[in-house]
């Protein structure tokens, strides 16, 4: 069965700091990589997806993630944080096939303080 | 992308009475949907994966007697929970995905949030 892991559950940064957040994922086969984030009080939004090609995909509002096939890793950066940053972030994936659900990992909350 | 609307966006019964949340795909025939639960402060959890004109597929632990989820069209999907319980208050997310969304990409709902008295 698959499974996402997010090792960080909360982290505590200062404006203009940089961000990465890791996501190791368990599958063996192939597999389709998602960064969401939820703002309080919001729903979800999508920030980046990887299916195939470039493992390094850019994304919405600065973020970036890159897939590493050996380490089974998809870990979101951005290089200068902002106070609006601040939301609950959620690595998700799923297998290659068609019809086949997002496993989400826990979640991460970014404080990010002015 | 495609959009995914759900209604109500929240709803607040009492315990004992039965709700129906709708999901519905507006620009794309979504042959499958799933429905996904949250918990406050925690990450999704899979209730079900529907296919259009199909049963629905439950989780480990997910009741389908008091989770009925119905896929009649390849545009709506319902999720009713019968005799809710303060328990069964939360953030309910669906999402869908076609055969015609590129690798199984999917879209999700704005969510419902239930509140059981």
């Known amino acids: 069965a698959q499974s996402v892991s997010q090792h960080n559950h909360h982290v505590i940064l200062s404006e203009a700091a940089s961000l990465e957040l890791g996501c190791n994922y368990s599958?063996?086969?192939?597999?389709?990589l998602f960064w969401y984030v939820q703002y309080p009080g919001q729903h979800l939004q999508l920030l980046l997806k990887?299916?195939?090609?470039?493992?390094l995909v850019k994304g919405i509002k600065g973020f970036e993630a890159e897939f590493i096939k050996s380490k089974f890793s998809f870990n979101l950066r951005k290089p200068s944080v902002q106070w609006s940053d601040t939301a609950e972030y959620f690595c998700?994936?799923?297998?290659?096939?068609?019809?086949?659900?997002?496993?989400f990992g826990k979640g991460t909350t970014l404080s990010v303080s002015s | 992308g495609a959009v995914v609307s759900q209604h109500p966006s929240w709803v607040i019964c009492k315990s004992g009475t039965s709700v129906k949340i709708e999901c519905r795909s507006l620009?794309?025939?979504?042959?499958?949907m799933f429905w996904y639960r949250q918990f406050p402060k925690q990450s999704l959890m899979l209730m079900a994966t529907?296919?259009?004109?199909?049963?629905?597929?439950?989780e480990q632990g997910v009741e389908k007697d008091k989770f009925l989820i119905n896929h009649a069209s390849l545009t709506l999907s319902t999720l009713t929970v019968t005799s809710a319980h303060p328990e069964d208050s939360s953030f309910y997310i669906c999402?869908?995905?076609?055969?015609?969304?590129?690798?199984?990409?999917?879209?999700f709902g704005p969510g419902t949030r239930l509140t059981v008295l």
């Open positions: 999402s869908a995905g076609g055969a015609g969304i590129r690798y199984n990409e999917q879209f």
């Open positions: 599958y063996g086969g192939t597999v389709n």
């Open positions: 990887y299916f195939s090609g470039d493992p």
């Open positions: 998700a994936v799923n297998a290659g096939q068609a019809g086949t659900a997002l496993i």
């Open positions: 620009d794309f025939q979504a042959t499958t």
């Open positions: 529907s296919n259009e004109g199909s049963k629905a597929t439950y």
